[in-house]
């Protein structure tokens, strides 16, 4: 059975042309723009595309990367609102200034340890 709805707009550029929006810091939902796709088409892309997979995984540290250039060359810059540039890099790639500790990690470590100097002790 043939499938439904309107033809693709993908093509065999397309893991190409994220690579080079993304790597000039624009978001996935500019690129959709761009694009003149959905988000969930976006999504669909990467699921059903290996190659733009792949794009996507080397975009997105790309888009970091520019970013994070970015703040490097604007850290004196005294016109930069610093409160919205912690929002956005919160936001946008997950930094934080507070490591989350996970409990379970912290005791299974702690555990480990006490249980080789035990072992060392008994030897």
């Given at each position: 059975m043939?499938?439904?709805?309107?033809?693709?707009?993908?093509?065999?550029?397309?893991?190409?042309?994220?690579?080079?929006?993304?790597?000039?810091?624009?978001?996935?939902?500019?690129?959709?723009?761009?694009?003149?796709?959905?988000?969930?088409?976006?999504?669909?892309?990467?699921?059903?595309h290996?190659?733009?997979?792949?794009?996507?995984?080397?975009?997105k540290q790309l888009c970091?990367?520019?970013?994070?250039?970015?703040?490097?060359?604007?850290?004196?810059n005294?016109?930069v609102?610093a409160?919205?540039v912690?929002?956005?890099?919160?936001?946008r790639?997950?930094?934080?200034?507070?490591?989350?500790?996970?409990?379970?990690?912290e005791?299974?470590?702690?555990?480990?340890?006490?249980?080789?100097?035990?072992?060392v002790?008994e030897?």
């Amino acid at each position: 059975m043939a499938k439904l709805g309107r033809p693709t707009k993908y093509h065999d550029k397309m893991p190409e042309l994220l690579i080079e929006a993304m790597g000039q810091g624009l978001s996935v939902v500019r690129f959709c723009a761009q694009q003149n796709i959905s988000k969930n088409c976006f999504y669909e892309w990467v699921k059903e595309h290996p190659s733009f997979n792949d794009a996507f995984i080397h975009a997105k540290q790309l888009c970091e990367s520019y970013w994070e250039r970015w703040l490097v060359e604007n850290l004196a810059n005294k016109n930069v609102n610093a409160i919205l540039v912690k929002l956005f890099f919160a936001n946008r790639f997950g930094w934080h200034d507070k490591k989350e500790i996970d409990q379970r990690t912290e005791h299974s470590i702690a555990d480990t340890t006490q249980r080789k100097v035990r072992e060392v002790l008994e030897a």
